[in-house]
């Protein structure tokens, strides 16, 4: 059974706020604290879009004309709201919290949640997390209502309408919820004002109506928000990062910040996590250190692997040049690290004399590796056969080493070797011998000049290219490659996009592959266009 925590700030963006002038040493007013709200624009018509709680104590609200609540509240204190600001702030919140979870998600623009399914006893209970988790947040100045609850509708509901720290018993959310207000289960506007006018005013209400009249009249959408709260359809969160149950943590006596330091609790906690896997014998993908610094913040480096592995030690080398851009800030209190993309890996004998071949992690995949993480993942690639006649469209791009599975479309493979190189078919037809393509082909074919040519389907005996004229010696072709008409429009195929490709060698033995673009047809001369180059 999973368990949810929700925590919620009525005052997320007043508190930001405040936090951006303190940074930009802006002085607060001295004296009490004056009502305060913040000011959006919408559809022409100024209107509070956050209200400090010295304002809702005056009665003021979110939503309100800006005029209505200055005629009210005429000492009331304004600032434009900045809602790009306040997310990027709840961003970095929900990075923070993965010291408590490892599954956050944001509940914007105000709010988050954390799957605390199975992590609550690291603190001696749920109540004992949630303490901690508010004495955190109170100590960044940051005040916020939490609830704990088994499903997240229920967590939701009872963080914002119900009392203030509600631990919901496992099963036990039902009676809780009962007499919480209906916009408690966040529902379609159009629903809660209708169930308003009814004068529906607490949610055993709604529970009692049997289903089929309740669905035909407040629509589906009530009855799932009615289900996801009590546990009987589930909802899905977005959580900040995947969840995955392979995480390690080290916390420390005292923060640390030595660059000497952080490389060394690095390669202690990838190898604590390397353990639990080659014991569950799995290995992973992807590998992700968060060093969480004392003033809240977490910055994190991840590295990725071409195969599922669990080499402490390959795997710490490869986080060594990413730690140079950590900012320990004052100091690291504690550092965890997580395994993404967790595959099964078979235990398997290296080697049982020198003569032998050497194994997959002995050959080019630490290389790939390390090249992949220091140039990125787009910088490293393999080029594999696409079904396509046209030259450009025939090449895709494939991770350089793919198991021999992925690249059949599923199945095993036949041996250890294709199964680490995928070596092999693919799913698109092999390299075509009967029509050979260049060594390199340019990303957009360059136009030629001064193209001497006889009619209509010789090649070229002279063309200038980049400022040099080439005298051709010997050719082939034509070799005549249309457009891809049924991709698009019928009322765009034109005999412009038909192309006549030569293989041509100049004097002095440079080999070049162009073509004609267009016919003659009296519609003005074809152009010619350098598309490559033989070796």
Request: charged share 25%; glycine share 8%; proline share 9%.
């Amino acid at each position: 059974m999973s368990r949810i925590l929700c925590a919620w700030s009525p005052t997320w963006a007043i508190a930001n706020w405040r936090r951006r002038a303190n940074a930009t040493n802006v002085a607060p007013p001295e004296g009490p604290p004056a009502p305060f709200a913040l000011i959006e624009t919408v559809r022409q018509v100024r209107r509070l879009a956050a209200v400090s709680a010295e304002a809702a104590k005056l009665g003021l609200h979110v939503g309100q004309k800006a005029t209505d609540a200055m005629a009210l509240v005429p000492e009331l204190q304004t600032a434009d709201a900045e809602p790009e600001a306040d997310a990027q702030a709840l961003t970095a919140l929900v990075d923070w919290c993965v010291r408590f979870s490892p599954a956050v998600a944001a509940d914007r623009p105000d709010g988050l949640f954390l799957d605390i399914s199975g992590v609550a006893h690291l603190w001696g209970g749920e109540t004992e997390m949630m303490a901690d988790f508010r004495n955190r947040l109170s100590g960044s100045g940051l005040e916020f209502r939490l609830a704990i609850a088994d499903t997240p509708g229920a967590a939701w509901a009872l963080a914002h309408y119900g009392r203030d720290g509600t631990l919901a018993p496992p099963n036990g959310q039902a009676e809780l919820l009962k007499p919480l207000p209906p916009p408690a289960l966040r529902l379609d506007p159009e629903a809660a004002a209708q169930i308003e006018r009814l004068g529906l005013r607490r949610l055993d209400q709604l529970m009692d109506i049997p289903r089929a009249p309740l669905g035909r009249r407040f629509g589906a959408s009530t009855l799932e928000r009615l289900d996801q709260a009590l546990g009987r359809s589930a909802e899905a969160l977005a959580f900040r990062r995947p969840p995955t149950p392979w995480v390690t943590r080290l916390a420390f006596f005292e923060p640390i910040s030595a660059p000497e330091d952080m490389a060394r609790v690095t390669q202690d906690v990838t190898a604590k996590l390397c353990a639990r896997l080659e014991a569950e014998g799995r290995g992973g993908r992807r590998f992700e250190v968060a060093f969480h610094r004392v003033d809240g913040k977490a910055p994190s480096v991840a590295v990725g692997l071409s195969l599922p592995g669990r080499d402490a030690v390959r795997i710490a080398r490869l986080f060594q040049p990413k730690l140079e851009t950590v900012d320990p800030g004052f100091g690291v209190e504690s550092v965890t690290i997580a395994a993404y993309a967790v595959e099964p890996v078979s235990g398997r004998q290296v080697r049982l004399e020198a003569g032998l071949d050497a194994a997959v992690e002995d050959g080019l995949v630490p290389l790939i590796d390390r090249l992949t993480n220091r140039l990125g993942p787009c910088a490293v690639w393999r080029a594999t056969p696409f079904e396509s006649h046209v030259p450009e469209l025939a090449v895709a791009r494939e991770p350089p080493i793919l198991p021999r599975a992925e690249a059949r479309g599923g199945g095993e493979p036949r041996n250890a070797v294709e199964g680490a190189w995928g070596v092999g078919e693919t799913s698109a037809r092999p390299w075509d011998r009967e029509a050979p393509r260049p060594v390199r082909l340019f990303r957009r074919p360059e136009p030629l000049e001064q193209v001497v040519a006889l009619l209509p389907d010789d090649p070229p005996v002279q063309f200038r290219w980049r400022g040099r004229v080439h005298r051709v010696q010997r050719a082939e072709g034509p070799e005549r490659i249309g457009e891809e008409w049924w991709k698009g429009d019928i009322g765009d195929v034109s005999v412009g996009h038909v192309r006549d490709y030569y293989r041509v060698e100049d004097a002095e033995g440079g080999r070049f592959w162009l073509f004609r673009a267009g016919l003659y047809n009296g519609e003005g001369p074809p152009k010619w266009w350098l598309h490559g180059l033989f070796a």
